[in-house]
Nanobody
Framework: QVQLVESGGGLVQAGGSLRLSCAAS??????????MAWYRQAPGKQRELAAA???????NYADSVKGRFIISRDNTKNTLYLQMSSLKPEDTAVYYC???????WGQGTQVTVSS
């Protein structure tokens, strides 16, 4: 069973930046050829798609994060990233790395943005 392991969450002030990383537990699962996504769930709210990247490299962002977040991956490290800038308190959430086509979710990493 492949696991996705997120890292990089934490506490940051509004206006700051964080970079989330997601690595697969097995090298046999290629983040490069799969559609990958970052979802987030804020307290008391439903999970929502923050960003996604297709196997061909096409990216898609929620309107609320466009221009501030960048999803990318490093083929050599088989790792997915989410660069988050100009963070706002409303970005506070648990962020999940997801391989939607395979139904695989990471355990989540907490991002807290203080005002």
């Amino acid at each position: 069973q492949v696991q996705l392991v997120e890292s990089g969450g934490g506490l940051v002030q509004a206006g700051g930046s964080l970079r989330l990383s997601c690595a697969a537990s097995r090298s046999t699962f290629s983040i490069t050829i799969a559609t990958m996504a970052w979802y987030r769930q804020a307290p008391g709210k439903q999970r929502e798609l923050a960003a996604a990247i297709s196997s061909g490299g096409t990216t898609n962002y929620a309107d609320s994060v466009k221009g501030r977040f960048i999803i990318s991956r490093d083929n050599t490290k088989n790792t997915l990233y989410l660069q988050m800038s100009s963070l706002k308190p409303e970005d506070t959430a648990v962020y999940y790395c997801v391989a939607p086509e395979y139904g695989i979710w990471g355990q989540g990493t907490q991002v807290t943005v203080s005002s």
